[in-house]
């Protein structure tokens, strides 16, 4: 999806994720997305009195079959902010012999209304 023109992007961040037995592939992803959460903070919020739910975090998961993925359940495990999550082929499966590893990849996106009084630069 791309950024809106009232919107300005806050952070980014990526993430990794798997499932090692039962090609889970909501599992992976929500691993995925809990690893690229665990990588940010937004002291934005605290520092300018913005509402949390003034943001939009937009969520990119890649796995070999996105069909497989439950996206509300993703949706629901989003901490802060009104989330949208999509799912996109991508990520890896891994074959073991008896399993599949079930690799997936996961960008976090949040963005802001753009701001009077100050302002994040390009």
């Known amino acids: 999806m791309t950024e809106q023109v009232h919107e300005q992007r806050v952070i ?3 993430g990794m994720g798997n499932d090692l037995h039962g090609m889970d592939y909501t599992k992976a992803a929500a691993r ?19 509402d949390h739910d003034q943001m939009r975090v937009q969520v990119t998961v890649g796995v070999q079959e996105p069909d ?3 996206t509300d359940t993703l949706v629901a495990k989003l901490p802060r902010g009104q989330a949208e999550v999509r799912v996109v082929q991508g990520g890896l499966n891994v074959p073991t012999g008896g399993d599949t590893i079930v690799i997936a990849q996961a960008s976090v996106e949040a963005f802001v209304p753009r701001q009077s009084g100050w302002r994040l630069t390009s």
Do not use: C, N, W
């Not at 995925?32 to 913005?50: K, M, N, Y």
């Open 12 to 14: 980014i961040e990526m």
């Open 32 to 50: 995925a997305i809990e690893d690229a959460l665990r990588h940010s903070s937004l002291p934005l919020f605290a520092v300018t009195g913005l």
């Open 68 to 70: 497989k993925v439950d």
